[in-house]
């Protein structure tokens, strides 16, 4: 039984692994409908419950397509509808509880804590769909999009704009150190990245530049990432926080400083004329849409990893 909560729980070797079997199940299925199950159905008469403490549309969708592409069935579940770290029940419980249901879980959740906990005592894997410290699921689909369309990943340059200090970046900063590639993020000094994880990309020497300056950031940059200033559970004076990102928008005039080949990522959902322009997110240099689909992809093998 693995769990898949932080990239950095996990080796370089395993990582990799993950994406090479991300690539060759969709390459096996380019005939297959959308909703058709792969030919050996890996998860065929298991399930995955999956818990949303946030809003989603992605990762609803993707996970769901996922399981049901390996052969097996999902379990949508509210924290609202259920007994889940309620008065009358512990976290401990649910999870307990949920061990005796189901395969596998995948929890959305507001807090990384809630998720450590739930991991520690359920018998079974427990996924991170999300969490205000890390999105690893994102940043495995963001790396199969990069090599479908440049090739391998290590020793190019990603370009990070914007808060340097959300689970986007978090997760970024970790993939750097175990996928080898130079990693350069442009943000204000008040949205500078966590001091822990910066300990931890020192430690395993990860090649990573932070600047106050886009420019210096996208320069030679092969792939230039963003995401939205204000993510939902933000408690910040929203006009504030958008006012000192502004010089952080990635607009034509910035993509134009990274490499020529170089491409566009956002994990979606944008706040198009705040981080990003039209020009550039609907532009040729986008594979927004792609990365959005290799979701499904990324995460069946993370599921597959995770069982057997």
């Not at 006012?243 to 956002?266: D, R």
Request: net charge positive.
């Amino acid at each position: 039984m693995k769990n898949f909560i932080n990239l950095s729980d996990h080796s370089s070797n395993d990582l990799r692994a993950i994406i090479d079997e991300a690539k060759a199940r969709k390459l096996k299925r380019q005939n297959l409908n959308k909703s058709a199950p792969d030919e050996d159905k890996p998860f065929e008469g298991k399930s995955m419950a999956m818990i949303f403490e946030k809003p989603s549309t992605r990762t609803r969708m993707s996970f769901d397509i996922a399981v049901k592409q390996l052969g097996g069935s999902s379990i949508i579940l509210n924290p609202d509808g259920i007994h889940y770290g309620k008065g009358d029940e512990t976290l401990k419980d649910t999870a307990k509880v949920l061990t005796e249901y189901v395969d596998i879980v995948m929890l959305r959740t507001s807090s990384h804590k809630n998720l450590e906990e739930f991991g520690k005592h359920l018998d079974i894997p427990v996924i991170n769909g999300l969490s205000d410290i890390g999105h690893p699921c994102q940043i495995i689909s963001d790396i199969l999009t990069y090599e479908e369309s440049n090739g391998s990943i290590e020793g190019k340059t990603v370009s990070w704009l914007g808060d340097g200090n959300n689970n986007m970046s978090n997760s970024l900063i970790e993939a750097a150190g175990k996928f080898k590639f130079n990693l350069s993020i442009a943000c204000p000094k008040k949205y500078s990245p966590n001091k822990k994880i910066l300990s931890w990309a020192k430690k395993n020497k990860v090649k990573l530049i932070v600047t106050t300056k886009p420019e210096e950031a996208v320069k030679n940059s092969d792939c230039v990432m963003t995401d939205k200033w204000v993510s939902m559970n933000d408690k910040v004076n929203k006009k504030t926080k958008k006012k000192i990102l502004k010089p952080f928008q990635v607009n034509k005039k910035l993509m134009s400083k990274a490499n020529s080949g170089a491409i566009f990522m956002h994990c979606l959902p944008v706040g198009r004329g705040e981080e990003v322009t039209d020009e550039v997110i609907d532009g040729e240099q986008s594979v927004v849409w792609r990365q959005a689909l290799n979701r499904v992809h990324a995460q069946k093998s993370i599921i597959k990893w995770c069982l057997d």
